[in-house]
């Protein structure tokens, strides 16, 4: 039975061209099998075959038009499956909509008891009690279903009672916060299982040589700075992680991936120090990186390769990236490219760093994505550089209440142990109240001086409290200690952190800036800086922790690490061993990704005659035929923050899907369309919404995978320009750091080719944002055989010779046609610069015309008529970056200073220009430092012209002349500089003023 295959529903499109025919006669296809692509005036599209069988006659060409219903070819046999396509496509949401089991219940039978458990404790305070047997009453009843029905069906109650105080119109109190306690009651501790002594060792020595390696630099520079209150305040936190927690990659395990906190360094460097990972004599070199062996003051991962993983000091750049982490790492394992091995994602972030709005930025996402393999761990020691984070508040509780109201797990680690039985003791609450009433500035002051002052204020203002610790001494009351000095509290919630189910989970800890450091920087609002501490201190400092050094040792800042058949490094060592490896630890396996062969670009590298297209549309195309290679189509990650459609990617949609870790639970709107909205668990387009941060910070996931999953992935993040490197400029560094590979392409860019936005849209600068990242590598093509040939050669650098490297390329979205390749441009294309056209005019003078972009072409226009009208022999360079010629020029001429006796060599610039006659002009649509980097370079008079100033919306033409950029102002300025170097009389260049009706008067662009 023949079938025909025609146009389905492509929107409003009628009369669409067909550019390509992927099928002939007799091919066998399946089901989806692209038939033809389809191209209107701003996208791209395949045209999936909704049959199996074999193709008996086409009835269509390229170039053909064809509209909705328009057949495109028939197909016969007994091969052919007619399958309702629609139907099936319906279907498939249905079968995914699967009920979440309730994933708390689970949890709570996790270790096969009953506890009291977070919900019980999550109430929050009450008003004043006016009759407190009835209270009892109710609380009685409560415990009474813990006991019977369990806590279950208790939690059940309490929202059936709630739902029905609010059917009631009663004002309920805010269930943002719980009392200011540990989530975990003490009775559902869970224990940690190390020993305690020998980890208490090891945690001393570790503090000691994180302290002793800051301030020996300091002895040796003070200029070298460093912390060493931050760890103090951290160590236990990181110690529980290392000793119990962390897995590391090895051959049969992914690894976990850890973010550490980005000042909190010196303690991994003295970690690795005890495990043999680091030497003493680079712990004397932290800081002093330009000799080899040294350490980084924070992780970067360019500067330690073998060491860092995750770039974090950037404040709030850690959290959003660790999100995305997690985020990707389940796209990985619903794209079938990794094993689930419940391989986890710990971020380790300070209270101060949480004011970042990129901190909290995405914690909505990371709920919404269910990311459970996600663990934040904030360290509260309330405080930042200058003071207390919330002095006036609880930091503590303002996170518990955003990170709730986001549908995370949250844990609570304030009190460590010694508070267990007073807290026991506390039958009235009033123990609870003065700890939820407290602020942190008062919290501060308690552990800065001492057990007097804490019975004083803090217990002394109730009489109840001061009697409840009359029994203590002073020092009783000052060993009561924080949870996050405390290693079991500390185990416990990293214990139910990791058994989260269907949640990520932020562990908030609080602990003690400066912790150990007494006068010298215990809680005090100079901890932060404190990086020196004299032999008092240091004194101090051994005996609090008991390192076993001796005053002598102490005063010449000693490193103490035990023999390695000592218990301790035993121990240790046997933790790491038992965990898998080392942590943290940079290596890749990751396999190279074979570059595409070049006739998958054949078709760019010819003329595309009458019909105009945009270089988005090319790069788009171009993707779409990249998806048809086997080696590149999987690994392809298109990242687009709400802009699929400006690009004109929609058609990707249903090719490829977009990612959407629960599927498709409802049926799109535009489910009849080609180009139908699809979601779905296995899709490959990351649709991030709006948020450039949280796309680039995809970006990077997929950039590292390579190192933190092994396996190679080529992200491609389109944004528009001016939303890239000017929005999220300190993410593109911290990706430069973390030696992410993959595209960034800057869509429609220029400040002029991007017409009707205006001044917050349009992109005159992008490209020297990009010049200051050393290792990226930027183009601003204008044809579409120099993109192909561009985004080609990124591949094969990138992810077939792994260079850590990654590309930024312009793309624009104004339509013209596109020439042949000129023969033997390939190379210069990649340099920089190759001579694009040569315009014979009289000899009267000559010039050399360098353009970009598609100011490019407005060079060319302008050479037509300086040869044609005024006699003038000019050669037309396409420059493809600026950029890359600048860095060649840089590295050329430091190259000939250092050498002055040999004979100077050549900048490709200069190679390029030597022995051509004239000076030279060059015009771009970025400002004019764009294309002036390369003046130092070029030994003749140089011109350059660009579009400084603030953007504005109007056409293209008008924007041109506004910014003298268009064929009529290079003209003119031409003939000017020609005659200023008296080349040319300057009448010429008069007439051409009147001519072309130039305002000599306007103001310059800049001030306008
Ligand atoms: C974006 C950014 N701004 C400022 C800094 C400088 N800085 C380094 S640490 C710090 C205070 C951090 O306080 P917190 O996050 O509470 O960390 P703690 O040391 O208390 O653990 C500041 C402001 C930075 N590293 N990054
Ligand atoms: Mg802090």
Known sequence: MAKNISVPDIGDFKEVEIIEVLVKPGDKIKKNDPIVTLESDKSSVEVPSPFEGKISELKVKIGDKVSEGSVLATLEGSEIKEEDSKVKEKEKPVKEKKIEPHEIHKEEKSNGQIVKREKLYAQPISKDDIDPVETQEWVDSLKGVIESDGPSRAGYLIKKIIDEAY?????????????????????????????????????????????????????????????????????????????HFWKAKNNKFGGDLIYFQGHSAPGMYARAFLEGRISEKQLDKFRQEVEPGGLSSYPHPWLMPKFWQFTTVSMGLGPMMAIYQARFTKYLINRGLLKDENRKIWCHIGDGEMDEPESLGAIGLAAREKLDNLIFVVNCNLQRLDGPVRGNGKIIQELEGRFRGAGWNVIKVIWGSYWDQLLAKDKTGLLVKRMTEAVDGEYQAFKAKGGAYVREKFFGKYPELKELVANMTDADIWKLNRGGHDPHKVYSAYHAAVRSKGKPTVIIAKTIKGYGMGKSGESMNTTHQQKKLDEKDLLYYR???????????????????????????????????????????????????????????????????????????????????????????????????????????????????IYAHEGQKYEPVDSEQLSSYREDKSGQVLQEGITEAGAMSSWIAAGTAYTNHDVEMIPIYLFYSMFGFQRIGDLAWAAADSQTRGFLIGATSGKTTLAGEGLQHQDGHSHLLASTIPNCVSYDPTFAYE?????????????????????????????????????????????????????????????????????LREIIKAAEILSKDYGIDCKVWSVTSFNELKKNGMEVERKNLLSPSEKPKKSYVETCLHGQEGMVIAASDYIRSYSDQIRPFIKKPFYSLGTDGFGRSDTREKLRKFFEVDKKHIVVYTLSALASEQLLESKQAEKAIKKYNIDQNKIFPTKL
């Not at 020998?198 to 000691?208: P, S, V």
């Not at 992810?799 to 013209?816: L, R, V």
């Not at 441009?825 to 000559?846: H, R, V």
């Open 543 to 657: 005996d609090r922790f008991n390192v076993p050094l001796t005053d002598k040792q102490v005063k010449n800042i000693e490193y103490y690490k035990p023999p390695d058949s000592s218990e301790e490094i035993k121990y240790l060592k046997n933790c790491r061993t038992k965990l898998g490896g080392n942590i943290p630890e940079r290596t890749t396996f990751a396999k190279s990704i074979k570059t595409p062969p070049v006739d998958i670009f054949e078709s760019f590298m010819k003329s595309t005659g009458e019909k105009e297209m945009s270089t988005t549309m090319v790069l788009v195309r171009m993707l779409a035929n990249l998806l048809r290679d086997k080696n590149v189509a999987p690994r392809l990650v298109p990242i687009i923050p709400d802009e699929a459609r400006t690009f004109g990617m929609e058609g990707f949609f249903q090719k490829i899907g």
């Open 167 to 243: 059917s009631e119109g009663l004002t309920l109190p805010d269930t943002r916060t719980t009392p200011y306690i540990n989530t975990i009651p003490a009775s559902a501790d869970v224990r940690s299982p190390g020993d305690q002594n020998i980890e208490r060792k090891i945690r001393a020595y570790i503090r000691w040589n994180a302290a002793a390696m800051v301030v020996r630099a300091n002895k040796k520079n003070p200029e070298l700075g460093g912390h060493i209150g931050t760890f103090a305040s951290a160590a236990t936190l990181y110690d529980v992680g290392m000793n």
């Open 787 to 855: 993109m192909a040939i561009i985004f080609r050669d990124g591949l094969k650098r990138m992810h077939e010779k792994k260079e850590n490297i990654y590309y930024y390329i312009t793309a624009m979205n104004e339509n013209y046609s596109h020439p042949p390749k000129p023969a033997g441009s390939d190379q210069g294309i990649l340099k920089g610069m190759y001579l694009f056209k040569e315009f014979k005019g009289k000899g009267k003078a000559k010039v050399q015309m360098l353009g970009s972009g598609t100011i």
